[in-house]
């Protein structure tokens, strides 16, 4: 808080999530530390609020650097999985409605391309260059619905791990991070997956990796009978 304060911002708005894979799991906890940093921030002069969001399992379809940014990209231009839709028109109606603008179509310039363009000229202004290629990694291993079912259970910790060891995180501040490596979804708790249709896709720069990743998801998913209540990402605004 004391960074975002020092920046001189006007107003501020806190994603602050619980859950397996969020830095405090309990939700109890969580709402009490967004109810301090919600206070810190006001007590400083800041307009502040948080939403309190359920981080249970990964949000979105992809886990990894290079993976995210292609997803959050897909996002920017009207796409993206409609989680990741519904966290960021969330966050953005809330930032727009403390800067006094309550009546912006947020989904209207995620559909039509402002966005995009704002998100363009932001990197161009930078001296980037938004065409530029992301990295893919050069070996993947898919694993594929050992029946058919519902998806009930997608823990997002044990995916987490299970990106780090693939090379998507560092253990020390000095350890490299593979930008191409991670995890890749592809199916979320209550969709219906038919037996070998592929539910995830391991990234790797090393095949070597792919062993010990899937030992951190071992346990962490799991297929049904009945598909499961899906609750929204956002549970609670705190302000």
């Known amino acids: 808080m004391s960074k975002k304060i020092a920046e001189g911002t006007a107003a501020l708005v806190l994603d602050v999530k619980f859950g397996s894979g969020a830095f405090i799991q309990d939700i109890a906890a969580s709402r009490e530390l967004a109810r301090t940093m919600v206070d810190l921030g006001k007590d400083a002069g800041v307009t502040t609020s948080a ?53 912006a179509d947020v989904e209207a310039a995620l559909d039509d391309g402002r966005a995009m363009d704002t998100w363009r000229a932001m990197i161009s202004a930078q001296g980037g260059d938004p065409s530029a290629p992301l990295p893919t990694a050069p070996e993947t291993h898919v694993v594929p619905a050992p029946s058919s079912g519902y998806l009930v259970t997608q823990e997002a910790l044990p995916f987490g791990i299970g990106a780090w060891r693939l090379g998507a995180g560092r253990a020390r501040k000095q350890d490299p991070v593979v930008a191409s490596a991670g995890i890749e979804l592809h ?11 592929p539910l995830f896709t391991l990234h790797a720069e090393d095949p070597s990796r792919f062993a010990r990743a899937l030992e951190a998801v071992e346990g962490a998913w799991a297929i049904g009978d009945s598909a499961p209540a899906v609750g929204p990402r956002v549970v609670e605004r705190i302000s």
Request: glycine share 12%; no cysteine.
């Open 187 to 197: 199916a979320k708790p209550g969709d219906r997956v038919t037996e070998g249709q």
């Open 51 to 103: 939403l309190l969001t359920d981080m249970n399992t990964p949000l979105g379809l992809t886990i990894g650097n290079a993976l995210e940014v292609r997803e959050s990209l897909e996002t920017l231009a009207g796409g993206g999985p409609a989680d990741i839709r519904e966290l960021t028109v969330a966050l953005a109606r809330e930032m727009l409605a403390l800067a006094g603008q309550p009546d």
